[in-house]
T-cell receptor
């Protein structure tokens, strides 16, 4: 079936550290890929997306590249801030479909 | 500004009671979704709708029902609440084939 696997959390880093959160997927065809972020006490909001192979999504200093050969969409940021502390979800949407399939989420804590 | 709102934000109910969670969106989106969020499982799809009078079961639909009588609302009903339904529930909406889903702030439901 279609699924998304994220690295286990929680992840704790110091401010200005480099961040990678791994995400791999299993899907038929050519899905669109997304990263959503959930700040404490809030709903999810879209962070970035990519709709085809080799596309790079970017927003707020975060980047992720759609790698079809490795079925991956890893999230990276060069220098994290305390305000980046949140839960991050990787998700996919199949071609022609409307539903999102989510990974289990990774809780990120940034210490000053 | 358009938005999606859920109510109540917090609810405590007793086992066996019927509970309805409200979701209202002013985006005029055709697609609406209900997810539950549990530690270690990420977000799992309960029910979804692609338009008025359309409803579909998601991966964890047992014990839940929805109805779509207008574009703006997709209430989620727990027919007979069980402790296993203690969770945080998120409603989301999106345009048909739109690039992004918009989420409500969530409802924390506790079944005692």
């Amino acid at each position: 079936g279609n699924s998304v696997t994220q690295m286990e959390g929680p992840v704790t880093l110091s401010e200005e550290a480099f961040l990678t959160i791994n995400c791999t997927y299993t899907a038929t065809g050519y899905p669109s890929l997304f990263w959503y972020v959930q700040y404490p006490g809030e709903g999810l909001q879209l962070l970035l997306k990519a709709t085809k192979a080799d596309d790079k999504g970017s927003n707020k200093g975060f980047e992720a590249t759609y790698r079809k050969e490795t079925t991956s969409f890893h999230l990276e940021k060069g220098s994290v801030q305390v305000s980046d502390s949140a839960v991050y979800f990787c998700a996919l949407r199949l071609q022609g479909a409307q539903k999102l399939v989510f990974g289990q989420g990774t809780r990120l804590t940034i210490n000053p | 500004d358009a938005e999606i709102t859920q109510s109540p934000r917090h609810k405590i109910t007793e086992t066996g009671r019927q509970v309805t969670l409200a979701c209202h969106q002013t985006w005029n989106h055709n697609n609406m979704f209900w997810y539950r969020q549990d530690l270690g499982h990420g977000l799992r799809l309960i029910h979804y709708s692609y338009g008025v009078q359309d409803t579909n079961k998601g991966e964890v639909s047992d014990g839940y029902s929805v109805s779509r009588s207008n574009t703006e609302d997709l209430p989620l009903t727990l027919e007979s609440a069980a402790s296993s339904q203690t969770s945080v529930y998120f409603c989301a909406s999106s345009e048909s084939n739109g690039p992004e889903a918009f989420f409500g702030q969530g409802t924390r439901l506790t079944v005692v």
